[in-house]
Nanobody
Framework: QVQLVESGGGSVQTGGSLRLSCVAS????????MGWFRQAPGKEREGVAS????????FYADSVNGRFTISRDAVNNTVYLQMNSLKPEDSAMYYC??????????????????WGQGTQVTVSS
């Protein structure tokens, strides 16, 4: 069983930065795909960024491309989401997720079998 623990959320003003962390309890083929999703109140969950750890290939949602960066620390089995130039519309609960491989699209929830509890990000104008 894979456990994911997120941290790093908080409140910032528009234009600020935050770095989210997601520590996975183990690294196996079940965690080759690591992604960040977010969900704001009244909205559907959406994919933000994802990384395929063996190939190091990364994929970003258009809304965050150029502002967010996903990375992985293999030694500490941690995936990060560096968020810069934050906007109020980035406010949401952010979730870390893990899976084995991409299923159709990078942000298909079916590809992710394990989810963290979430960390709140609030961006004020």
């Amino acid at each position: 069983q894979v456990q994911l623990v997120e941290s790093g959320g908080g409140s910032v003003q528009t234009g600020g930065s935050l770095r989210l962390s997601c520590v996975a309890s183990i690294y196996t083929s079940s965690t080759y795909l690591m992604g960040w999703f977010r969900q704001a109140p009244g909205k559907e969950r959406e994919g933000v960024a994802s990384i395929h750890t063996p190939s190091r290939f990364k994929f970003y949602a258009d809304s965050v491309n150029g502002r967010f960066t996903i990375s992985r620390d293999a030694v500490n089995n941690t995936v990060y989401l560096q968020m810069n130039s934050l906007k109020p519309e980035d406010s949401a609960m952010y979730y870390c997720a893990a899976g084995s491989q991409v299923v159709g699209t990078w942000f298909n929830p079916r590809a992710y079998n394990y989810w963290g509890q979430g960390t709140q990000v609030t961006v004020s104008s």
